[in-house]
């Protein structure tokens, strides 16, 4: 069976700092990948999507970036964190060419102080 | 542009009590998939349920049946005989099938539903 793994699971850092999220698959191959920022209020926001290695798309200009450097591991980085980044921090993945559901992992909570 | 509304932002109900979610979506595709999710405190979504644009049978797992309606453009979600567990937040979700491998989903802001013993 399909599990994903985000790590860490909670994060305290000053605004300035950089950041790295990491978050892998297991049990799927090619699967496309997600990140989502859940901020106060529940919205959910697609940041960065991935069909491929080395294959991001951004829906946001923001202060973050992705990347993907192997088939199932997903990177949410930044150079300088900005009080704004806080929030809630979900990565997702979903079948390439399958039936569009999406997976969550459980999260990251992001503290910028 | 396709689109989900959740009208409702917070539902209290007691125990045992039926309650429904309601989910209305615009697109403008003949092919789409709506979606269920649930939130509960811990934070982590959980998917409960698929339907395709060209499915409008409705659907029972246990506690849990979901109306699709084409014709008012709606999705919604009830669950009887509410349980405290069922307390947490549900998204709604829209995605078109036309286009692209990414299959990308829009939420809706979600509705807050907390069951009281």
């Known amino acids: 069976s399909q599990t994903i793994h985000q790590w860490p699971a909670t994060l305290v850092q000053p605004v300035g700092s950089p950041l790295s999220l990491e978050c892998t698959v297991e049990?799927?191959?090619?699967?496309?990948l997600y990140w989502y920022r859940q901020a106060a209020g529940r919205g959910l926001q697609l940041l960065f999507y991935?069909?491929?290695?080395?294959?991001i798309s951004s829906e946001v200009p923001q202060n973050l970036s992705a990347s993907r450097p192997q088939d199932r591991q997903f990177i949410l980085s930044s150079k300088k964190l900005l009080l704004s980044d806080s929030g809630f921090y979900l990565c997702?993945?979903?079948?390439?060419?399958?039936?569009?559901?999406?997976?969550f992992g459980p999260g990251t909570r992001l503290t910028v102080t | 542009a396709q689109k989900v509304t959740q009208a409702q932002t917070e539902i209290s109900v007691v125990e045992k009590e039926d309650v429904t979610l309601d989910c209305v979506y615009e697109?403008?595709?003949?092919?789409?998939?709506l979606f269920w999710y649930k939130q509960p405190p811990s934070g982590e979504l959980v998917f409960l349920i698929r339907?395709?644009?060209?499915?409008?049978q409705n659907e029972i797992s246990g506690r849990y049946s979901w109306n699709f309606q084409k014709s008012t453009s709606s999705f919604n979600f009830t669950i009887t005989a509410s349980q405290v567990v069922d307390s947490a937040v549900y998204f709604c979700?829209?995605?078109?099938?036309?286009?692209?491998?990414?299959?990308?989903?829009?939420f809706g802001k979600g509705t807050l539903l907390t069951v009281n013993p």
């Open positions: 997702a993945w979903s079948s390439a060419g399958g039936l569009h559901e999406q997976y």
């Open positions: 049990g799927t191959s090619n699967p496309n």
């Open positions: 991935s069909v491929g290695i080395g294959q």
């Open positions: 697109t403008r595709d003949t092919t789409y998939y």
């Open positions: 339907r395709n644009s060209f499915d409008e």
């Open positions: 979700a829209l995605s078109e099938g036309s286009g692209g491998s990414n299959y990308k989903l829009t």
